[in-house]
Structures are given as C-alpha cells and as structure tokens.
C-alpha cells in the first residue's frame, strides 16, 4: 500500500513499509514476526464500520510520526475472519498491540488523537530505536543533549554493535560516561578510538572532559578556593583553580566568570593559560552549548577591545 503525504503530495521514504494490509495467510509474517523488531498494531476493520472509517486515518498519522518505531497492520474481518475469530474479537474498530511475538495491549473504539499518540508511547518508550546509523546518532545526540544520558548510551551501545568503529558513537558513549561521573570508564571507552582518529572534533571535546576532570582531581574544596579568591582577587592562580573546580561542580557560567577575569586583568598570565582553559572549556562544552556560545563572545569582546 502506498502511502502519501497530504502535505506535500510525496511519498515519504520511511514510511512506505510502515502500514500495509494483511490476511489470514500472512498474518504470521506481518505481525507474529515482525513484531519481534519492533511493536506491531493490528487494525481489525471492515467496510460498513463507520467508527473504522473515522479510527484509520488518526492510527495512520501516529504511526508515521512514530518514523520507524511501531508499525501498522490492518485486517479487514469481513475477508479473513479467522485471526479475529481466534483471538476473541467482538466488536470493532480493534487494535491490538504485538510486541515480541505476543498480544501486549490495545484499545477498542475510535478513539481521539492524543490518546493513540499517547498508547504508542506507552507501548514504545523501552523499546531500542529503530533507523540508520545517522538516524540514530542524531537520536542519541538530541537524548544527551537533553540529559538522558542512559537512554542516549543504549543507543550509542546499538550503532556499536552494527559497527564496532564507529568513532561519532565510540565519543558519544564515553561522552555519556563522563558526564555521569563514570570517568574511568569513559578513559576506556575513548581509549578504543584509533590513534589517526584522535583529532575528530568529538573525540576531542570528550579528551577535554577527562583532562578538566583530571584538573579538578587536586583542587581543594570550592569554598576554600572561593575564600582564597576574595582575600586576594589578584591570586590568578587561585582565580584559575576556582574556575576548574566550578567547571566540574556544573556551574560553566561562573566557571567563565573568572577565566575572562583573569584574561580581564592579565591577558599574558602563565602563557596566556585563562584563554586556553576558556578554549579547552568550550571544546569539552561543544559549540552549540549556550556557555561556550555566550564565553566566545565575551571572550572576543575583551580580546579585540
């Protein structure tokens, strides 16, 4: 069954496997089987149910905004009696839920949008992504990126055991590491990536994570540092391990505060070090990150005054 966008009038690439029709003899295939790689929904209709007319067009939409997670089978019990005989169906529309072979859930009725969209995410929520590498890279980027480190290291996990090289998911996952406190980890996770590809720009920003952890390592305890800072405001050094340390504690703006402090009152201080730390800060932060965008521009600022 081809199915088109009413939008733009194109077929959507991944979605024309994602709804199709099935019958009593391909039943088994369509979603027995398949639904062992993903949930699978059986869509019991027939052509004078008008509650089914109005069901469809919702499950169809859901289904491909899903892109890939779960997928669509619909049988028309007029045709292929026997599955819904079998399986106790009385009345319809009926849509019943498979997940690894067996029934899991479903609902009966035409029921309204948000609470089909709301099933598929129930019914989906554990279940490993489905898609390309590139798909799943950027699904596991968006996860990390929102604080869900657990989910984006399971996806990471996956793209590794399709391509145990893969450099962008080897990074991502020591990345996930890092940024819960699994440091050893995440050194040996990083140690699997190639010494010729030790310069991808990922595999960077998680080498500056390590290092600024590293750093924080041998700093005292941030009131101690800040107490060292006030009684002397000229203590560069103090000022630069208070920073390191704030880093680490989460707090990137007032880790910035005081390297461009620094920068501020002594641009050549120990070989221009408050400009690198700041650099080195923004590699491990990444470019998009709100405090690397906001440090280089205030960096630019003090530097081209």
Not at 110 to 130: D, H, S
Not at 152 to 159: D, K
Not at 192 to 199: A, G, I, L, W
Not at 214 to 231: D, F, I
């Amino acid at each position: 069954m081809t199915i088109i966008d009413q939008n733009s009038g194109e077929i959507p690439p991944a979605s024309a496997n994602l709804i199709k029709d099935t019958t009593t003899q391909t039943f088994m295939k369509d979603v027995i089987e398949e639904s062992r790689q993903q949930p699978v929904l059986i869509d019991f209709w027939a052509p004078w149910c008008g509650p089914c007319k109005q069901l469809t067009p919702i499950l169809e939409k859901a289904v491909r905004a899903a892109k890939g997670k779960v997928k669509l089978v619909k049988m028309n019990i007029d045709e292929h009696p026997a599955i819904p005989g079998q399986m106790g169906i009385q009345s319809i529309p009926a849509v019943i839920a498979f997940v690894n072979g067996q029934p899991a859930d479903g609902f009966m009725g035409a029921v309204p949008e948000g609470q089909i969209n709301a099933f598929i995410e129930r019914l989906t929520k554990n279940q490993p992504p489905t898609g390309t590498a590139a798909d799943l890279l950027k699904e596991a980027d968006a996860a990390l990126a929102a604080g869900d480190a657990e989910t984006a290291a399971a996806i990471y996990a996956q793209v590794l055991g399709e391509d145990p090289e893969n450099i962008t998911a080897l990074a991502g996952l020591a990345r996930c590491y890092a940024e819960t406190g699994a440091i050893d980890q995440a050194a040996q996770t990083l140690a699997m990536v190639p010494e010729s590809k030790r310069n991808d720009p990922a595999v960077k920003a998680v080498q500056a994570i390590l290092d600024l952890a590293a750093q924080a390592e041998s700093l005292g305890p941030l009131a101690e540092l800040e107490q060292k800072v006030s009684a002397d405001p000229k203590d560069h050094q103090a000022r630069f391990d208070l920073a390191t340390a704030l880093n680490a504690a989460g707090k990137r703006a007032e880790a910035t505060d005081h390297l461009l402090e620094i920068v501020r009152r002594d641009r050549k201080w120990n070989d221009d070090g408050a400009r690198k730390q700041l650099v080195q800060l923004f590699e491990a932060w990444g470019p998009t990150d709100e405090a690397t965008t906001e440090g280089r521009r205030r960096l630019s600022s003090i530097l081209f005054s």
